[in-house]
């Protein structure tokens, strides 16, 4: 009897081990991410900064950080899986940006140097700077208050702007798109199969009426529960 106790005792040490172990890598892993991604963030706000002081304008801006912006928005995939919020809100706003980054501005050469695409940079760059130390102070235990405040008031005012540059940058990709046909199907062809790219991208700015509500409310309602202390029931996903 005693024999079997004891064996029970050192199986469940032995898993504890495994869990701690497996916790601790974890959490390794999620900082290396978020310090890395912090960096990232930080370096295109240094190139975009300097590139203005140099320059003078912000024409030729965007193609000059382009590779890089596509790396760090394009890893941004491992998200969707590993965090702790819901994976449909996670998996919206970071597709949307890389269907962004890939199939509009990087695809559109001449819409690059729109105002537009400046403002959902900076927007992006501000909040990303924010939200990735956010992260990694929070995993290293010394979360300084500001960094919070900063996390959960910042988007107040950025994702409305954010959004407003997106949509402006999609606007100005609409004639462009509608005289190369770019991404589009013609019928006939071999697949027997129909898509306008034009009116795909009006579908894309109309699907930000339902979507950007829930979305910014969400934000809200994550902002009264760190802030404020609120207990907020959401549905899980």
């Known amino acids: 009897m005693a024999s079997s106790e004891e064996d ?26 978020n310090i890395a991604m912090t960096a990232g963030w930080l370096v295109l706000a240094i190139t975009m900064m300097r590139f203005y002081i140099q320059k003078g304008t912000h024409k030729g801006l965007y193609r000059s950080i382009a590779r890089t912006l596509k790396f760090f928005q394009t890893f941004a995939l491992v998200e969707v899986r590993i965090v702790r919020t819901s994976v449909i809100v996670t998996g919206v706003q970071v597709c949307s940006r890389i269907y962004m980054v890939w199939f509009i501005t990087s695809s559109i050469r001449q819409i690059q140097n729109e105002e537009s695409v400046i ?53 100005a990709a609409l004639p462009f798109v509608r005289r190369s046909g770019m991404y589009s199907m013609r019928l006939p062809n071999k697949y027997n199969v129909s898509f306008d790219y034009y009116y795909f991208l009006i579908i894309v700015m109309l699907s930000y009426i339902p979507l950007f509500p829930q979305l910014y409310l969400h934000m809200l309602r994550q902002r009264r529960r760190v802030l404020h202390g609120e207990v907020i029931v959401e549905k899980d996903d």
Not at 16 to 21: C, D, E, L, Q
Not at 131 to 142: A, C, D, K
């Open 119 to 171: 403002l959902f940079l900076v927007v992006w760059t501000v909040t990303e700077i924010t939200r990735y130390s956010y992260y990694t102070f929070n995993l290293l235990h010394h979360l300084p208050y500001f960094i919070k405040w900063a996390r959960y008031n910042f988007f107040i005012v950025l994702y409305p702007l954010g959004v407003v540059g997106e949509l402006l940058t999609i606007y």
């Open 8 to 33: 029970g005792t050192v199986e469940e040490k032995e898993n504890n081990n495994k869990k701690r172990t497996k916790s601790a890598l974890i959490t390794a892993w999620l900082t290396f991410y």
